[in-house]
């Protein structure tokens, strides 16, 4: 496994706990200390989308992964 399918299984692993805080805010499990349960939801989506978007970033580099972790602009 080379570091780019790493980096790629542990983001999904990120995505998923972050989906699974939003499930348990939607849901009223979880409150959120400090920020109201709908402010919460947007910046964890936002942080989701943010991850999303380097994850296809790093996709779209060489198949092997040598270009995204060679330092070529992401």
């Known amino acids: 496994m080379n570091q780019s399918d790493k980096f790629l299984m542990q983001t999904g692993k990120e995505l998923q706990f972050v989906s699974d805080l939003i499930s348990r805010i939607d849901q009223g499990l979880l409150d959120p200390v400090g920020l109201d349960p709908e402010a ?34 992401v």
């Open 40 to 73: 919460a939801v947007r910046l964890l989506r936002e942080v989701a989308a943010e991850r999303r978007r380097l994850v296809d970033r790093l996709k779209n580099c060489d198949k092997d992964g040598g270009a995204a972790w060679a330092g070529a602009p």
